[in-house]
């Protein structure tokens, strides 16, 4: 006989939905060999569904940020339960590779087909974690949390029941407090805490999918999460405020026998010290809420907002990138390389200050000439600097090239140096060397460094404003500094250096020309200064 | 205040900043709503050749692609790569630029939007890919080496000559790109993260690039500048 009623397959999505988030663990894509043959058969898998937990604990219980650095610390901790000993570096790579390379796919969408009977199949995007940037000084940082589908994985691998909702967790709380179960109690006051944050997250991570991709969002899952916030807040409102006149009542009950008994035995003590414990979850669930009831006004605005937009987005046709820019771009004529900046135009800020800047009258006028440079066979745009311009520039880049060389040396020699060694050092990089003590340079530059006495770079960092291209091509340390910044961000990790004649302890070198075939010789003589060097 | 004081206002800060935004600058940005005074900035943008696009709280000032005041110029994308760069070093930075926003924004389904991230290894292997695949399609070179001197072989060639990617110096893969990113992350279009291992797009670029420079409507535009008579630099 055929079976036609196929209701036993109603909400079939939901399972595959628990398959699809497994699958993305265990048949990971991204597999890189280095770190998965360090592993026997299964024990990655823990590894990375234990990551999961540890987001989990380490946002809803703790609500802790959860860097890659925390994240590393765990791996670390239960490497020896799985008998391996790795290197810090290795630890932190393999921690990447679990966050970035399996969890995230490497930054690009992961689906999966579930079948949803009656309507087809679906494309599910399986996405465990989610990431939020965080602007600090100097840099960024990435805070990690799960995603809905990461609790929903978490929560049902660990068979607690979808269904258990947050009236049923208070409900448990109230009965454990009215049977003095206080032990009991704080564990459940502490899943109120994770539950009520887990809503938090929800509408944070919804409004951040909002912002990134409205196609991501559908109406059904906005008013989900709206219509269960609302009933959340408005049902679970009163009975947490019940709650906590409970966890009033019994304190005072303790109080009076306290009172009556002069003192508590160990286990009411005990019991008075759990109650603490509760009363805090439980503040902290209010607490919480009232942020919930907050951020659903907001999230209802920005939803609103988005759609509007989306309207007019979803109108929109996009066109193929890949034939449109990107192909061209590979056929380019080259009579259309020079104006190739037309393509980004839209994209940059206005540059106004190029053009409509009164000053720029003022700016030495540059000759264009034919460059001529690398690659045969290029023709190359007609623009340049007439010869003083061009010397200004050979200024820069060589007082740039003294302030790198001193600040590599002092980061090699790690302690005070005189200005004597600095310079026997510098004639092994010959480039460098003729660059710099052609027209003396290095000696001038010198001089003007003692005549600053500090160049404090730390101060630097904290205190730099825009930096103009030296137009004098006279020594300018911030110049060189933001110059110099680009290759080496941290400034070879130099806090401070200190420019100081402690003796008239001279240093004296001769040095030769060539000029045709004479060679002329010079002697120089200049104080042999000391340079005082202090890291971060 | 009148509505050009209104316009010229909100204008001020579009080219001071490239946008206005409504939680920091909320009078002003419903000020762009007041029809008169929209209907003088459209002049200014019919005159001053740009757009004004405004997405989820947002109003950005966008220069045509033709215009040479308020936009970059060669020299400044030469000079964003070195002060002694070529033509070619600027043909390699513009593809490296096309290349990114092709690998974020290149889907040819509804949603364009092909990733979150981006790491600088994962470029660095795109990249070799896509130039490599150039540089072996033999018939397309020698079409490409008889017609132009400066051709996409020439930067094909350049990027092969670059050293590997451990290290970060100017002529290195890495340094390369990363003096690419720099310049999109001081135009706010991108960020570099996870110390300068990986990249990710701002909201900006994702307004813009979603509600503006996809938009089929541009084809044209495009096609005209690759086929069109030779723009002045």
């Known amino acids: 006989m055929v079976t036609t009623n196929l209701e036993f397959l109603e909400g079939f999505e939901q399972r595959m939905r628990l398959v699809a988030a497994i699958d993305s663990i265990i048949n990971r894509g991204n597999r890189k060999m280095e770190f998965e043959r360090l592993f026997e058969p299964g024990q990655l898998d823990n590894i990375i569904l234990s990551v999961l937990v540890f987001i989990m604990e380490r946002t809803l219980t703790e609500d802790e940020d959860c860097k890659m650095e925390s994240i590393a610390n765990f791996v670390t901790q239960i490497m020896p339960d799985y008998s391996l000993d790795l290197t810090s570096e290795v630890t932190r790579k393999l921690t990447e590779y679990i966050i970035k390379d399996i969890l995230q796919n490497g930054g690009e969408p992961r689906f999966y087909p579930i079948m949803q009977y009656g309507q087809g199949m679906e494309q599910l995007r399986i996405r465990l974690i989610d990431d939020k940037l965080i602007d600090v000084p100097r840099g960024y940082v990435l805070n990690y949390q799960l995603t809905d589908q990461g609790y929903d994985l978490l929560f049902r691998t660990k068979e607690v029941e979808q269904e258990i909702s947050f009236t049923i967790e208070e409900l448990k709380l109230r009965e454990l407090i009215k049977r003095k179960n206080y032990k009991k109690a704080i564990g459940q006051s502490a899943n109120l805490v994770q539950m009520i944050r887990q809503k938090k997250n929800d509408i944070r991570q919804f409004v951040q999918k909002v912002r990134e991709n409205i196609y991501d969002v559908n109406i059904e899952e906005f008013e989900r999460l709206v219509s269960s916030t609302y009933t959340l807040l408005e049902e679970e409102y009163g009975m947490m405020n019940e709650i906590r006149a409970m966890i009033v009542i019994s304190e005072e009950r303790l109080k009076e026998e306290e009172t009556t008994r002069g003192a508590l035995d160990e286990q009411m003590s005990k019991a008075r010290s759990e109650i603490a414990v509760i009363r805090r979850n439980i503040n902290l669930t209010i607490g919480e809420q009232k942020e919930l009831i907050l951020e659903r006004l907001s999230l209802s605005r920005i939803y609103k907002e988005t759609i509007a937009d989306s309207f007019a987005l979803s109108r929109a046709r996009f066109y193929d990138f890949e034939q449109v820019i990107l192909k061209p771009l590979e056929r380019c004529d080259e009579n259309k390389v020079p104006g190739l900046w037309r393509l980004l135009n839209p994209l940059f800020k206005p540059n106004p200050d190029r053009t409509l800047n009164l000053l720029t009258l003022f700016e030495r006028q540059a000759r264009l000439k034919q460059e001529e440079e690398g690659t045969k066979s290029i023709v190359l745009e007609e623009l340049g600097e007439d010869t003083e311009l061009h010397i200004i520039t050979q200024l820069n880049n060589r007082n740039l090239d003294f302030i790198q060389g001193l600040l590599e040396f002092a980061d090699r020699r790690r302690e005070s140096f005189r200005f004597g060694e600095f310079f026997l050092d510098l004639e092994n990089n010959s480039s460098t060397y003729q660059e710099l003590t052609v027209d003396d340079l290095i000696f001038k530059t010198m001089l003007k460094l003692y005549d600053l006495q500090v160049i404090d770079l730390k101060k630097w960092k904290t205190q730099q404003e825009d930096v103009v291209a030296n137009a004098t091509g006279e020594l300018d340390v911030s110049y060189c500094l933001y110059r110099l910044e680009y290759s080496h961000p941290d400034l070879y990790g130099i806090k401070k250096l200190e420019i100081s004649k402690p003796d008239e302890q001279l240093f004296v070198q001769n040095l030769e020309t060539q000029i045709g075939e004479e060679t002329f010789s010079r002697r120089i003589a200049i104080s042999d200064f000391r340079i005082e060097v202090s890291f971060e | ?233």
């Open chain 2, 1 to 233: 205040m009148s509505d050009i004081k209104t316009a010229l206002k909100i204008y001020r800060k579009l080219v001071e900043k490239g946008q206005l935004d409504r939680e920091t600058e909320g009078d002003l940005f419903l000020e762009f709503r007041n029809v008169e005074v929209r209907s003088i900035l459209a002049e200014f943008e019919d005159e001053l050749d740009f757009k004004t696009i405004e997405v989820a709280g947002t109003l950005y000032l966008l220069p045509n692609m033709t215009n040479d005041v308020m936009g970059f110029t060669t020299k400044d994308i030469r000079e964003s790569v070195a002060t002694d760069a070529r033509l070619v070093d600027a043909y390699l930075l513009s593809y490296i630029s096309m290349f990114i926003l092709f690998l974020f924004y290149g889907g040819r389904n509804r949603n364009p939007k092909q990733r979150e991230f981006l790491r600088i290894s994962k470029l660095i292997e795109e990249l070799d890919r896509r130039f490599g695949m150039a540089l072996a399609d033999q018939e397309q070179v020698k079409v490409l080496e008889e017609t132009y001197a400066l051709n996409f072989t020439r930067i094909a060639e350049l990027w092969e000559s670059k050293q590997d990617y451990e290290e970060r110096g100017r002529k290195t893969k890495t340094g390369t790109i990363l003096n690419t990113c720099r310049l999109l992350e001081r135009e706010n279009l991108l960020r570099l993260v996870e110390e300068d291992r990986e990249l990710r797009p701002t909201r900006k670029l994702d307004d813009l690039m979603l509600n503006y420079y996809l938009d089929d409507s541009r084809v044209d535009e495009i096609k005209q500048f690759f086929e069109g008579a030779e723009p002045d630099a």
